[in-house]
């Protein structure tokens, strides 16, 4: 089976410049998750939904960024304006069902964004 | 606030060797608890997952997971130079659905 599907794989990109990345998730999963890694602070949770539906966007680190995901295989995260402070790799993973019911999640590959 | 806290390292270990990577969590009501491996430029790559009190084994690898100390460990046995990387403790299900990590512990295996 196809796992998680991000692109593109790396983005430069001027500061100032709207930035789209694309995630699939794994088929028959109802949960997707974004995540930010950085050296400073690791793999951060920006947002997640269920069954299409954000239910926590608390991570987004400001109005800059935001999230959709318009149907059950795809989902993006746009950053307009882009700042260089936004440069980090991101991840999409999903999941079967939530951490509280112990199901895991599966992570793609990653989108490493530059902003210069 | 959530944390999840472990050595940054690094952990050097000589090959056949014993590594043993530990982590503390905060949240008390945490469910769910996963090691991730990351090797440099790459995605973490799920690899041992514990729910409850106790020891659970796959292979070489050994979850430990202790509620009442809030402490999770990963015991790698016959360590090989192909398990250095980063490992991720991960911490979910306490009143929300996403993963909480620490910024991870890079472990190196010394041929």
């Known amino acids: 089976d196809a796992g998680v599907i991000q692109s593109p794989r790396h983005e430069v990109t001027e500061m100032g410049q709207e930035v789209t990345l694309r995630c699939k998730p794994i088929?028959?999963?109802?949960?997707l998750f974004w995540y930010r890694q950085t050296m400073m602070r690791g793999l951060e949770l920006l947002i997640y939904?269920?069954?299409?539906?954000?239910?926590?966007d608390s991570g987004m680190p400001e109005d800059r960024f935001s999230a959709k995901m318009p149907n059950a295989s795809f989902s993006t995260l746009k950053i307009q304006p882009s700042e260089p402070r936004d440069s980090a790799v991101y991840f999409c993973?999903?999941?079967?069902?939530?951490?509280?019911?112990?199901?895991?999640?599966?992570f793609g590959d990653g989108t490493r964004l530059s902003i210069l | 606030q959530k944390e999840v806290e472990q050595n940054s390292g690094p952990l050097s270990v000589p090959e056949g060797a014993i590594a043993s990577l530990n982590c503390t969590y905060s949240?008390?009501?945490?469910?769910?608890f996963f090691w991730y491996r990351q090797y440099s430029g790459k995605s973490p790559e799920l690899i041992m997952s514990i729910y409850s009190n106790g020891d659970k084994e796959d292979g070489r690898f050994t979850a430990q997971l202790n509620k009442a100390s809030q402490y999770v460990s990963l015991l790698i046995r016959d360590s090989q130079p192909s398990d250095s990387a980063t490992y991720l403790c991960?911490?979910?299900?306490?009143?929300?659905?996403?993963?909480?990590f620490g910024k991870g512990t890079h472990l190196i295996i010394q041929p």
């Open positions: 993973a999903s999941s079967l069902g939530t951490t509280y019911n112990h199901q895991p999640q599966h």
């Open positions: 949240d008390r009501g945490s469910q769910s």
């Open positions: 939904f269920n069954n299409n539906v954000p239910i926590d």
């Open positions: 088929s028959g999963h109802d949960y």
């Open positions: 991960a911490v979910g299900g306490g009143g929300a659905d996403g993963l909480t």
